[in-house]
């Protein structure tokens, strides 16, 4: 998974490691990896459905992570949720994620394919 869906990867450490009982550093070592990886999408890096389903983890689970770390009611707790959702937005966009159709699948592959990058478009 680490080779073929990176973002999707590095997005599930990420979220893991903000349970309390792991050790601090392995969230700052995972969260600094992502935002790399964050950073080469904003900037052209290739990508596919999986970017889009990260970013979408992302801003669901790190909202939590903000919203205890810094000052409640400046906005900043919601600054990074709103630039991931918005990266995703555009990034389902140049997929085309808004334009799959429920055509029939020649192949099982295809159809889950398909199907996911469907649900990646409706969870934004």
């Known amino acids: 998974m680490s080779l073929n869906e990176p973002h999707l990867f590095c997005a599930i450490l990420t979220i893991a490691a903000l349970d309390p009982s792991i ?18 999408l904003i900037t052209g890096a290739n990508a596919g459905v999986e970017a889009v389903e990260a970013l979408l983890l992302l801003s669901e ?31 389902g966009y140049l997929l085309d994620l808004d ?19 469907k649900l990646a478009w409706v969870g934004m």
């Open 23 to 40: 050790e601090p550093n392995v969230f700052d070592i995972c969260h600094d990896h992502m935002r790399t990886l964050v950073g080469a």
């Open 61 to 91: 689970w790190l909202s939590h992570w903000c919203a205890s770390s810094t000052v409640i009611g400046k906005g900043e707790e919601d600054k990074s949720v709103w630039m991931y959702v918005g990266t995703a937005v555009r990034l």
């Open 99 to 117: 334009r799959i159709t429920p055509d029939h699948e020649e192949n099982v592959v295809e159809a889950s394919m398909n199907a996911r990058r």
